[in-house]
C-alpha cells in the first residue's frame, strides 16, 4: 500500500513538474480579456478605479455567488458550534424512531 501511495504521488509530482514547464514566462501572458477590461473600462463602466469596476460590473454573478457561498459556510459553522455553547443542553436527535 505505501508503495502505491508513493507511485501515485510521484506520478502527480512529476505531471505538476511538466505543467508548470509549459507555461508562459513571467508577465508575457497576453489575455484577450484583461486587455478589454483595461481599454474600457471608463468607456463602459464609468468608474474611476479599474479593480471595482471589475468586481463589481463585469463580474457581478460571480461575486454574488462568492458572497453566497461565503455565507452558507458562515451560517453551517455557526449550526455546528451553536450546540456547544454553555448553558444549552440539547437532546441528541433521533433520526430512526
Same mark, same amino acid.
Given at each position: 500500500m505505501n508503495k502505491l501511495v508513493f507511485? @501515485?504521488? !510521484?506520478? !502527480? !509530482?512529476?505531471? &505538476?513538474i511538466l505543467f508548470t514547464l509549459y507555461l508562459p514566462a513571467f508577465g508575457s501572458f497576453d489575455n484577450k480579456i484583461?486587455?478589454?477590461? @483595461?481599454k474600457n473600462?471608463?468607456? $463602459?463602466? +464609468?468608474a474611476s478605479n479599474s479593480v471595482s469596476? @471589475?468586481?463589481? $460590473?463585469?463580474?457581478?454573478? $460571480?461575486? !454574488? #455567488? +462568492?458572497e453566497t457561498?461565503? &455565507?452558507?459556510?458562515?451560517? #453551517?459553522?455557526?449550526a455546528l458550534f451553536r450546540r456547544y455553547?454553555?448553558? @444549552?443542553?440539547?437532546?441528541?436527535i433521533k433520526i430512526f424512531s
Open positions: 507511485l @501515485i504521488s !510521484l506520478t !502527480l !509530482l512529476a505531471v &505538476f484583461s486587455n478589454y477590461y @483595461i473600462t471608463l468607456k $463602459d463602466t +464609468e469596476a @471589475i468586481v463589481w $460590473d463585469y463580474r457581478a454573478y $460571480d461575486t !454574488l #455567488g +462568492e457561498v461565503l &455565507f452558507t459556510a458562515t451560517l #453551517g459553522i455557526y455553547r454553555k448553558g @444549552i443542553k440539547k437532546k441528541p
